[in-house]
């Protein structure tokens, strides 16, 4: 398996722009995670969702933030409008059963908003 | 509500020197614990886990982690580290049916 693949790696918009972030979890896998990274809140859950259906979005910053996963092999992130505030690192994880499996994490997208 | 906390921010060691990252977890109910490796412009990776049996959990790169019940801690250690364990490093928890984690611990070999 190609583990989770999420596009684009780097994405830099300007302020106000529509930004889409992609995930293809592995194969087989229920759950599907969101996390943002950045160095003054560490990594933060945004939302997960089990069997394609969302179970947590408490993460979800504000309403500028949505995500979506129309197939179990494809979730999407969509902040609109971007802020600067909203540049990261954005991770998608997916697992199988559950927590106790561990995460397979993605290598990430690099956001920079100016 | 389940938390962990990583007492040190960064960890500078020599290289073949040993190391401990030290993580403490906040729990009322069964723990299960975890740590991750975050290589340089990489996502994370799965270094061990705690679920139940042996306090002492081996994992991949000769990382090894105690479980402590009475110290609510689970330690990483390494007894000879190299220059390609520069990384960082992050204690999880399990909380509601999802992983939390902690802050992070970015460990420096120097040669």
């Known amino acids: 398996d190609a583990g989770v693949i999420q596009s684009p790696r780097h994405e830099v918009t300007e302020m106000g722009q529509e930004v889409t972030l992609r995930c293809k979890p592995i194969s087989g896998h229920d759950y599907l995670f969101w996390y943002r990274q950045t160095m003054m809140r560490g990594l933060e859950l945004l939302i997960y969702?089990?069997?394609?259906?969302?179970?947590?979005d408490s993460g979800m910053p504000e309403d500028r933030f949505s995500a979506k996963m129309p197939n179990a092999s494809f979730s999407t992130l969509k902040i609109q409008p971007s802020e600067p505030r909203d540049s990261a690192v954005y991770f998608c994880a997916s697992t199988g059963e559950g927590w106790f499996d561990g995460y397979t994490f993605g290598s990430g997208t690099r956001l920079t908003v100016v | 509500a389940q938390s962990v906390t990583q007492l040190d921010s960064q960890v500078p060691v020599f290289e073949e020197a040993p190391v401990e990252l030290r993580c403490n977890y906040s729990s009322s109910v069964s723990v299960y614990l975890f740590w991750y490796v975050q290589y340089p412009n990489q996502g994370l990776q799965l270094l061990l886990k705690y679920l139940s049996g042996s306090t002492l959990v081996k994992g991949i790169n000769g990382f090894e982690a105690e479980f402590n019940k009475s110290q609510t801690s689970f330690h990483l250690r390494k007894p000879s580290v190299h220059i390609s364990d520069t990384a960082e490093y992050f204690c999880?928890?399990?909380?509601?049916?999802?992983?939390?984690f902690g802050q992070g611990t970015r460990l420096t070999i120097n040669p």
């Open positions: 999880a928890v399990e909380g509601a049916q999802k992983l939390v």
């Open positions: 969702f089990n069997n394609n259906v969302p179970i947590d």
